[in-house]
């Protein structure tokens, strides 16, 4: 219903949408890193994460908790890109 908030080009979204979208984004991801994907996979979730780059960088992600709310393995994998 919002694909602006789902491919943010360079810039991040204003509102409440855009946070809980990546939010839900990252929990799905964390269920799957933990399962050991393959290569190919780890390639797909990185990319999901590097769509939001900014916004993970950003002080609205740090102040509602940030990286702390998720796994170390996914932590680690953002940390990759």
Request: hydrophobic fraction near 35%; charge should be positive.
């Amino acid at each position: 219903q919002y694909p602006e908030l789902s491919w943010p080009e360079e810039h991040i979204p204003t509102g409440k949408r855009y946070p809980w979208l990546v939010a839900i984004m990252c929990n799905a991801l964390a269920a799957q890193i933990t399962c050991n994907p393959s290569a190919d996979m780890r390639k797909a979730l990185k990319a999901d994460l590097r769509v939001h780059k900014k916004y993970f960088e950003s002080d609205e992600f740090k102040n509602e908790g940030g990286w702390n709310l998720y796994p170390k393995k996914l932590v680690r994998l953002y940390r990759e890109i």
